[in-house]
């Protein structure tokens, strides 16, 4: 069982380059996020989705752009790399809650290993 | 003010201590409370998953949560070097179903054999 597996996990990329980022998982999780960690600012959700076809901008969107074609998978792109998109990039899943108007515990997220992205 | 904040540390410790790791939250909707392990160079790992107010033991972790005063804590006895790692605190509103977690900065914590 892999649970959540990124793709590449290191990458160095010149300013004005594109590139994808790759999540898979094998939980048949329903939710699916990007996130990224910087030194000093913790864990910030860049977009999320919430099922097969569906996705949601997160705290910091802005020159990110993702895709859930199948529910697996979660890519994250880059169309024009900037120095500030240099950051250790991290994929979560989780199951989605049950059951409308009736309480149910929030599934906490699985993470995969991150991808470290540097660009120059 | 951000919803939550956790002091980063580093926090070091000699092996055998016991230790205390917080974060206050402002937003009284949270009800569900977890706190990741996270080593150096992996991504985070669930620890402790608490819902609403109360105690929860899990071998030698304690999770504390107090809605009242906005404050949950994770304790560790008898520390060990492996509990060396990044703690981060996370938190979510049951009533907002699509609401992501809200994660703290997390507490680097050394412990010294």
């Known amino acids: 069982n892999a649970g959540v597996t990124q793709t590449p996990k290191f990458r160095v990329l010149k300013t004005g380059q594109s590139m994808t980022l790759l999540c898979a998982q094998d939980?048949?999780?329903?939710?699916m996020y990007w996130y990224r960690q910087d030194p000093g600012m913790g864990l910030r959700l860049i977009h999320y989705?919430?099922?097969?076809?569906?996705?949601a901008k997160g705290e910091v969107p802005d020159g990110y752009n993702v895709s859930r074609l199948k529910k697996q998978n979660f890519l994250l792109g880059l169309e024009s790399a900037a120095p500030s998109q240099t950051s250790v990039y991290f994929c979560?899943?989780?199951?989605?809650?049950?059951?409308?108007?009736?309480?149910?515990?929030?599934?906490?997220?699985?993470f995969g290993d991150g991808t470290r992205l540097s660009i120059l | 003010q951000k919803e939550v904040e956790q002091d980063p540390g580093p926090l070091s410790v000699p092996e055998g201590a016991i230790v205390s790791l917080n974060c206050t939250y402002s937003?009284?909707?949270?009800?569900?409370f977890m706190w990741y392990r996270q080593y150096s160079r992996k991504g985070p790992e669930l620890l402790m998953y608490?819902?609403?107010?109360g105690n929860k033991e899990d071998g030698r972790f304690t999770a504390q949560v107090d809605k009242s005063s906005k404050y949950i804590s994770l304790f560790i006895r008898d520390s060990q070097p492996s509990d060396s790692a990044t703690y981060l605190c996370?938190?979510?509103?049951?009533?907002?179903?699509?609401?992501?977690?809200?994660f703290g900065k997390g507490t680097r914590l050394s412990v010294i054999a």
């Open positions: 979560a899943s989780s199951y989605k809650l049950t059951g409308q108007g009736i309480v149910s515990r929030r599934q906490p997220q699985h």
């Open positions: 939980m048949n999780h329903e939710y």
């Open positions: 989705s919430v099922g097969e076809g569906t996705t």
């Open positions: 937003n009284s909707a949270f009800q569900y």
């Open positions: 608490t819902y609403s107010s």
């Open positions: 996370a938190m979510s509103d049951r009533l907002s179903g699509n609401t992501p977690l809200v």
